[in-house]
Structure formats: C-alpha cells, structure tokens
C-alpha cells in the first residue's frame, strides 16, 4: 500500500471532501493534518471526524474562531499562510496531498517538498507558476511527485516502467471542450456566468470550471505536464473528446497508442495518487464500453478559445510569464463570476498581461509570487 500518513491542502474544497471520501474507505490512511482557507465550519466537522494533531486556516481571524471551537479537543489550530506551511511539514505525514485553489497553493506545497514529503499534487498551479523551481527542489530532496489531476494521472499510468520513458514520442491531453465547445465566438459573447458554470461531465469548482469552459484549464495542464514528465512542448499535444472516458494517452516511438480509461470521477486519480503502485477498491458504477458507445476526437479551436495557445505561448517564453498567465487567468475568471467582465474578454485579459509584462528568467519563489501580483494588478486595473 502506499500512504499512510498524510496532509491534506485544502480540505473542505472539491478535491480535499473527495480525498476524505477515500480516506474513509481505507482504514491504513491517516490524516495527520489538515488546511483550508475560510469554511471552518466543514473544516471543525472534519477536524472531530478525522482528529488530525493540527489544522490550519489561511483567514487569521476564522482561525482564532476555530481554535474556541475545537478546544475541547486535541487538534491544535494554526494561522494564516504559515500555519499552511507548518501543516504542509507536518512530523510523520508520508505524503502532503496539494489541493488548494490557486498560486496561494505554492508556498505551502514547497514546504512541504522541503520536508521532505511526497507530493499528490492536485494544485496545477504549483508547476505553472513555478514548475522549474519546484521540480528543482524535488528533485534535491528525493521527493515524488504524485499526479491527481485526471489526465496526468492517466499519463503516469501510462508512463509506469523506464522502458516507456526512453521510447517516448508524445502525450495527448484529451479535453472535454467544456460547455460551449462548437459555438462561435457572437453566441460566446453573450455567455453569462451561470451558463459557465454548467459542466457537462465533471463536478469542479467554479474557478476550474470556468477555466474549463475558456481552454485555460487545458493550458495550465500543458504546462504543468511539462515540468511533471520533463516533455519539450512539441511533446504535448490537446485533443477534445466530448465523453470524458479516455483521460489521456501516451504515443511511443513505434506508433503505439497506450490510453487510460474511466468514468469521469476525479475518485480515481486521487485514491491511486495515495497507494501507487497497488490500487484500492472502490464502489460505484464502473466503466461500460457498451453503454459508453462511440468515442470522439476533435482538434481545438485556437481561434474561438485562444487561452490555450496563450498558455504554449508563456510556457515557450519560460521565466516568470506562466505566472502571469495563471494570475492573469485567475483574476479575470474573478470578475467574470463577479459579473464585472464579459467571458471573452477572460482571455483577452490573460492575453493582454502577457504583451505588457517584462520577463524575469531563472525565477525564485520571490519573482514568481510577484510576477503573480503584477498580473493580478494589470487585469483588476483595466476594469
């Protein structure tokens, strides 16, 4: 089995209640800790639920609300980003599961690469951001990194032996297209937020989703594929396939085609993020080829969502522009679901921070957390 010690990131979001669900149904897993940003009322439940030794909460003054409320217990409660930092080294924890929304995800997720943990990364934005810094570290400290994102998930399935490495030709990221894949840019003009937030297969949070219905979550899994498996960018290809079953495929020297295929249940990835190599049993409706029927394939409109091109764009350019591109993204989605913005005007936004900034090369956290700010500056400015 694979982790048995383990801090969870982002707890009460929609891939922290997801990986509580398996920690439920495997008595070997045990959560030492536990972070989140502002719901202490889930994180209280599950803090007398799962009795880690310490929790956290980003907001400092929920946190001091939480501490009363869980002082008949033995859980000891921390604050603000440092106190994500101090769950993320947790003593004992064998893996750190990074699940928070978000560049606020980096720092936590360094300490605890820095610790020495394992890594079930769920927080794209961590290599995004800064991919060539935390593979560094990683790499310094003997440290996997575990994918729970679907689709690298299913590459690392596919991937599994040294032997698929050295005869590598390509991965495909295959794509859902999201809701409104087939429109043309005049019906996309007039999407408002709550259409946005209507994904045909997947369960996610608003800001995934949202990046989903744009390509910008495409994007991001191309840059974070390319720090994760070490791939040059002409490596990775997107395909949309409407159905969500095939997650993703690796193409081998030789022509062969190797894919990994589900039911659309981020269940999966997370479980097997947490007992590689062995696999748990999990309930529920398992995949039905018959019932699935036909399979779809078809090639991304750059033209009508240009977001992923922007993110081929950044990851070419290195430095510090994936970090503007993901703070771009996030606060343009920010006042997309505020109504404030139109939803074509989110790349338009990304697009624009990225002609205005100037390029920092060999990053460290310092530069990328500002390359972050300046982003978020630049888009919020414009309105």
Known sequence: MGAS????????????????DIVRKSPDITVLGLCANKNIALLEAQAREFKPKLVAVADGALAAELKIKL??????????????????????????????????????????IEA????????????????????????????????????????????????????????????????FYGKTTDELARI????????????????????????????????????????????????????????????????SVIAQLGLPDMHLPIAYALTCPDRMALAGEKLDLI????????????????????????????????????GADEAAVGLFLAGKIAFLSIADRIEAAMDAYNNTQNAQISDILEADRWARRFVMAAV
């Open 5 to 20: 010690r383990i801090a969870l990131l982002g707890s009460t979001g929609s891939i922290g209640t997801q990986c509580l």
């Open 291 to 326: 019932k699935t029927g036909n399979l779809n394939f078809f090639a991304p409109d750059n033209q009508t969502f240009p977001a992923l091109s922007l993110a081929y764009r950044a990851l070419a350019a290195g430095g510090t522009m994936c970090a503007v591109f993901n």
């Open 192 to 255: 408002t937020p709550r259409q946005a937030l209507k994904h045909p297969n997947w369960s996610m949070g608003a800001k995934v989703t949202i990046d989903s219905a744009t390509m910008a979550n495409k994007g991001l899994e191309v840059i974070e594929a390319r720090w994760l498996f070490d791939l040059a960018p002409r490596q990775i290809e997107v395909l949309i396939h409407p159905q969500s079953i095939i997650h993703s495929m690796v193409e081998y020297q030789d022509g």
């Open 116 to 179: 020495g943990k394992n890594i079930a990364l769920a927080n794209k934005e961590t290599l995004v951001a800064g991919g060539e810094l935390v593979m560094r570290v990683a790499s310094q400290k003997g440290v996997r990194m575990l994918p729970v994102d679907s689709e690298h998930s299913a590459i690392f399935q596919c991937l599994l032996g040294m032997a698929g490495r050295r005869t590598l030709e390509k991965v495909i990221l295959t794509a859902s297209g999201g809701p």
């Open 71 to 112: 002082a008949d217990t033995q859980t000891r409660v921390a604050a603000g980003i440092e106190g994500c930092c101090e769950v993320a080294a947790i003593g004992g924890a064998d893996t750190v599961v990074s699940a928070m929304t978000g560049i606020a995800g980096l720092r936590p997720t360094l300490c605890a």
